[in-house]
């Protein structure tokens, strides 16, 4: 399973300079071994999943529905309104896995069907396989992506919807690192409410922005939940 390219060019993160980027392409934050995702979570589970480095560390953590996953900083910052939405997104957790854990789950993916939930028109989800249950199947859908402000962009961000079946193996063994990020993203709204000037090239500078590029993915995996 081919990594992607440690040289790949980091995403500008103005506004103008993505016109030309893919609709659906995956942009992450990640090094030679791993890739960083986000979610959300109240302060009892992210506590205890910082402290002893298990995300289902707290009894709170539910292993019996679906959890979101979004590789994009931005598109988790619109989400949880800079973790301000509310107390069950309050604290946002940047979760490390390894690639082959990655690519791994994109493998068992199938896209949703729902109305304007990121697959784009003339485009429609293949069939499950037969084999397949319900509650084992990844969902992929594609977003429209958001600038650090929240500002809707016209191409695509990934989230990926890891089911019950998968979920224990995924958070207690396919995550390798936890880190609180809730003040990054907290310092990030409050710079962009003081100082509206701001350039997004000087929030990336700044560490307020992490630095994204495209996640290379093998092609039948592409094909399969529809990038271009």
């Known amino acids: ?7 790949q060019k980091e995403m500008a993160t103005d506004v103008g300079a993505k016109a030309d980027l893919k609709q659906r392409q995956i942009r992450a934050h990640y090094d030679e071994e791993t890739i ?3 979610q959300a979570y109240n302060s009892e589970i992210a506590s ?6 298990k995300l289902c560390a707290s009894p709170k953590f539910r292993l019996t529905r679906m959890t979101w996953i979004k590789p994009s900083w931005c598109w988790m910052m619109y989400r949880a309104g800079y973790s301000y939405k509310d107390k069950n997104q309050e604290r ?3 979760l490390k896995m390894k690639h082959e854990h990655f690519i791994g789950l994109l493998e068992k993916a199938t896209l949703t069907t729902e109305p ?3 697959i784009a028109p003339g485009h429609t989800a293949g069939p499950s396989e037969p084999d397949r249950k319900k ?4 969902k992929v859908q594609w977003d429209p992506e958001r600038t650090p402000r929240l500002e809707k962009l016209d191409y695509r961000s990934i989230q990926i ?6 979920a224990a193996t995924w958070a207690d063994k396919w995550i390798i690192g936890i880190e609180d990020v809730t003040e990054k993203g907290r310092a990030l709204e409050r710079e962009l409410r003081e100082n509206p ?4 090239e000087e929030l990336l500078r700044r560490g307020l922005v992490p630095p994204e590029r495209e996640f290379l993915v093998p092609l039948e995996v592409q094909k399969a939940i529809r990038m271009d």
Not at 48 to 53: F, I, L, Y
Not at 135 to 138: A, E, F, G, H, Y
Not at 161 to 166: E, M, N, Q, R
Not at 197 to 200: A, P, Q, R, S
């Open 48 to 53: 205890a999943a910082v402290d002893q480095q």
């Open 161 to 166: 919807g890891i089911p019950s079946s998968l």
């Open 36 to 38: 960083t995702v986000y």
């Open 197 to 200: 000037g701001v350039t997004d």
């Open 92 to 94: 946002i957790l940047a």
């Open 135 to 138: 509650s084992s199947v990844v």
């Open 1 to 7: 399973m081919a990594a992607p390219d440690p040289n």
């Open 116 to 118: 304007g939930k990121g």
